[in-house]
């Protein structure tokens, strides 16, 4: 559900008539905090989360906002260092894993 949720939000944005900048901002604003939202209560596997980042950029090179062969990192890199500033999903989901480990050691004892 929150897979097909994500995938149909970022299909929609791409559809728009946005330029390549907005349309990245607007995957990071809006259907990555979709995910992020359920880090924390379903279980998912790594490999679950690398298949989101592939599925991104295989919808990302199908909407042309991305070269087939073009460097993956640097969809990742910020824009101000020169890449595209496509939040990575797997770090999103580390870190989001790290804080709540950290919140329930601090808060819970």
Same mark, same amino acid.
């Given at each position: 559900?929150?897979?097909?949720?994500?995938?149909?939000?970022?299909?929609?944005?791409?559809?728009?008539?946005?330029?390549?900048?907005?349309?990245?901002?607007?995957?990071?604003? %809006?259907? #990555?905090?979709? *995910?992020? @939202?359920?880090? +924390?209560? =379903?279980?998912?596997?790594?490999?679950?989360?690398?298949?989101?980042?592939?599925?991104?950029?295989?919808? %990302?090179? #199908?909407?042309? *906002?991305? @070269?087939?062969? +073009?460097? =993956?990192?640097?969809?990742?890199?910020?824009?101000?260092?020169?890449?595209?500033?496509?939040?990575?999903?797997?770090?999103?989901?580390?870190?989001?894993?790290?804080?709540?480990?950290?919140?329930?050691?601090?808060?819970?004892?």
């Amino acid at each position: 559900m929150v897979r097909d949720r994500r995938m149909m939000m970022m299909m929609m944005m791409l559809k728009s008539a946005l330029n390549a900048k907005n349309k990245i901002t607007v995957i990071g604003a %809006l259907a #990555v905090p979709v *995910l992020s @939202y359920s880090f +924390g209560i =379903i279980n998912w596997r790594l490999e679950e989360i690398r298949q989101f980042d592939r599925k991104t950029r295989k919808v %990302l090179t #199908v909407y042309k *906002l991305h @070269y087939p062969r +073009g460097d =993956i990192d640097r969809l990742y890199v910020k824009r101000k260092g020169g890449g595209r500033g496509l939040l990575q999903i797997e770090v999103t989901f580390k870190a989001a894993i790290m804080y709540i480990a950290e919140y329930l050691s601090t808060k819970c004892i």
